[in-house]
RNA sequence: GGCGCUAUCGUCUAGUGGCUAGGACGCCAGGUUCUCAUCCUGGUAACAGGAGUCCGAUUCUCCUUAGCGCUACCA
């Protein structure tokens, strides 16, 4: 008989402190990519259960942040005017967040919103002798772990409430509604195996773990029931989520068991590593996704560096610009490392710059505008270009992108090493001289281009003619008229070709700054 | 401390019981060039250590070491 497969449905589900990380992001990625690959569903749940750690707009920011990414997913949170299509299923207000909407059929997909469900489930666990009571108060339990540190023994909850309290006693302080919380009873000397989809068999003994709690007197489940609730009621059947989540791996199996559910398969994927190969955290760089494209960073650049961080599609493969499409037709959950990955900005900086030079002028001048317009040198251009219609400032930037483009790492560069584009420089006049040539030599090169650039008219401004006229009257001493050319153009050390610099400037511009220097000389 | 995970150039990685251990980024050198960048060519650089299995281990096993993660009424 055939084993029907099981439509795969996999979750991001990520916890709203703030902003999106770029950790998050991969593991976001892989979820998508899994999904797409296997035709399967990518669901968006968020995790709130810490009231403490609340953070106003928090999950409008995460969900902004992916869809920024170009990430899609077909059932959960999204943000009230999503752009991008998803199936037909009933849409819900979110109660808990203005802006946001749920759609899907195993919602809510906010865990603040499912409260009494996880209680239920909780209380359930007791009922089953699978969980316990517990009143202990924190006082008396960081001392308890206290005493054990000093002992050198592992700091656990020493079951005092499931050893000393008599039912009634239990009865009576619920009655009196003392602060409670749930916790699960371990079983002692178990060992829990499992196969890790990038692991391979992992185990662990439950005599290492502590009687986790699974439910807060402040009503909030904690992460581990919460997560295993919702993962087995929104039929999840695959978690790809970070290498941080291994070790309670056998607590989330151990209540899978203990509700008689179907237990889901893990992949745990390699943590990301600052240099120093510690846990990236936003005290060595940006960790947040809205930080690098703040900065310029490319959507596909992004992701296609932070797939390949701890995954490659092996078999000889020497390729490293994958567009999303050719990471979903490609990606494979057992290719994905054990090891941990060094978040490298250089790599990511040449990737971006691969991405920069495919794009067209027409898609860069696009994605560079917004940049552009928070400078101040092109502010200042802008505003003493009054005259110039917006089509005659975009075709002037198109140039200058033009020139630009193969030198660019990222689009909050542009300019920012060109500003002569925007503006005349003030340079000193010994920048003009080539070598160890003379004033006279000097005036000469310089009235030279004058007259060859003079002689080119409005139409023939175009980049070959410039530099097929200045080669031809340059000759065999190109230093020599085209150094002073390009320093009076630019008033730079450094610098795209004069060719390019005066095809950009105009023609009126050119013979103006040529001018200028000629009257520094 | 306990538990767990991990280990190929500086970084991201490919790879195999027998190879000159491959690619990319970076770096260095050369070429193109008026400068810088791009681009092209070349170079530098790695199997953590020790046992064992085997005719032969970077590859398989064990130990050591190192790194990291977890060890909350955080996720």
Same mark, same amino acid.
């Given at each position: 008989?055939?084993?029907?497969?099981?439509?795969?449905?996999?979750?991001? &589900?990520? @916890?709203?402190?703030? +902003?999106?990380?770029?950790?998050g992001l991969r593991t976001a990625l892989y979820n998508y990519l899994f999904a797409r690959k296997n035709a399967g569903v990518f669901a968006l749940r968020v995790e709130d259960t810490d009231q403490k750690r609340f953070v106003e707009g928090a999950v409008e920011n995460l969900i902004e942040a992916l869809?920024?990414?170009?990430?899609?997913?077909?059932?959960?949170?999204?943000?009230?005017?999503?752009?991008?299509?998803? #199936?037909?299923?009933?849409?819900?207000?979110? =109660?808990?967040?203005?802006?946001?909407?749920?759609?899907?059929?195993?919602?809510?997909?906010v865990q603040? %919103?499912?409260?009494?469900?996880?209680? /239920? +489930?909780?209380?359930?666990?007791? !009922?089953?002798? /699978?969980a316990y009571y517990c009143f202990c108060e924190p006082v008396r339990l960081e001392q308890m772990r206290e005493k054990q540190q000093q002992e050198k023994l592992p700091p656990m909850y020493d079951r005092y409430c499931?050893?000393?309290?008599?039912?009634? %006693?239990?009865?009576? /302080?619920?009655?009196?509604?003392?602060?409670?919380?749930?916790?699960?009873?371990?079983?002692?000397?178990?060992?829990?195996?499992?196969?890790?989809? =990038?692991?391979?068999?992992? @185990?662990f003994n439950t005599d290492n773990l502590d009687d986790q709690v699974l439910f807060k007197s402040d009503g909030f489940p904690t992460y581990h029931l919460a997560n295993v609730v919702d993962d087995h009621l929104m039929e999840i059947t695959h978690v790809i989520r970070g290498e941080e989540w291994l070790p309670s791996t056998p607590k989330h199996i151990l209540l899978y068991r203990a509700f008689g559910w179907e237990i889901p398969t893990f992949a745990h994927i390699p943590l990301l590593l600052n240099a120093d190969k510690s846990k990236l955290s936003k005290r060595q760089g940006d960790v947040a996704v809205e930080d690098y494209l703040k900065k310029?960073?490319?959507?596909? &650049?992004?992701?296609?560096?932070?797939?390949?961080?701890?995954?490659?599609?092996?078999?000889?493969?020497?390729?490293?610009?994958?567009s999303l499409e050719e990471l979903i037709a490609q990606f494979d959950l057992k290719k994905v490392h054990k090891a941990g990955a060094v978040f490298d900005l250089k790599k990511l900086d040449w990737l971006n710059s691969q991405y920069?030079?495919?794009?067209?002028?027409?898609?860069?001048?696009?994605?560079v505008k917004p940049f552009l317009e928070e400078k101040e040198f092109y502010q200042t251009w802008s505003s003493a270009h009054k005259i110039w219609s917006e089509a005659e400032k975009a075709e002037y930037l198109k140039k200058v992108l033009t020139i630009e483009q193969d030198r660019l790492a990222n689009l909050s560069q542009v300019g920012a090493e060109n500003e002569f584009f925007f503006k005349e420089l003030a340079y000193d006049k010994s920048l003009l001289?080539?070598?160890?040539? @003379?004033?006279?030599?000097?005036?000469?090169?310089?009235?030279?281009?004058?007259?060859?650039?003079?002689?080119?008219?409005?139409?023939?401004?175009?980049?070959?003619?410039?530099?097929?006229?200045?080669?031809?009257?340059?000759?065999?001493?190109?230093?020599?008229?085209?150094?002073?050319?390009?320093?009076?153009?630019?008033?730079?050390?450094? #610098?795209?070709?004069?060719?390019?610099? !005066?095809?950009?400037?105009? /023609? %009126?511009?050119?013979?103006?700054?040529?001018?200028? !220097?000629l009257g520094k000389i």
């Open positions: 008989m055939i084993e029907l497969q099981k439509k795969v449905r996999v979750r991001f &589900a990520p @916890s709203p402190t703030g +902003y999106l990380h770029i950790g869809e920024q990414m170009g990430l899609t997913w077909d059932e959960g949170v999204y943000p009230e005017n999503f752009k991008f299509k998803i #199936s037909n299923f009933k849409l819900n207000k979110s =109660v808990t967040y203005p802006g946001i909407v749920e759609i899907g059929e195993l919602g809510p997909y603040s %919103e499912r409260l009494e469900l996880y209680k /239920k +489930y909780a209380e359930q666990l007791v !009922a089953d002798g /699978k499931l050893a000393n309290l008599k039912v009634e %006693e239990i009865n009576q /302080k619920l009655q009196a509604q003392c602060p409670a919380v749930i916790r699960l009873k371990v079983p002692k000397t178990e060992t829990i195996e499992f196969q890790d989809l =990038v692991r391979g068999q992992v @185990s310029g960073y490319l959507k596909e &650049a992004v992701l296609n560096f932070v797939a390949m961080l701890g995954w490659n599609p092996g078999e000889g493969s020497v390729q490293e610009i994958f920069l030079k495919k794009m067209s002028v027409e898609d860069l001048y696009l994605a001289y080539w070598k160890e040539m @003379s004033v006279e030599q000097l005036r000469e090169s310089l009235q030279k281009s004058q007259a060859v650039l003079s002689q080119l008219n409005e139409q023939q401004w175009t980049q070959e003619l410039i530099e097929q006229q200045l080669l031809a009257a340059a000759g065999n001493n190109r230093g020599e008229l085209l150094w002073p050319l390009r320093a009076c153009l630019t008033g730079a050390q450094k #610098s795209p070709s004069p060719f390019d610099c !005066a095809w950009v400037l105009g /023609k %009126e511009e050119v013979l103006k700054r040529i001018s200028i !220097a």
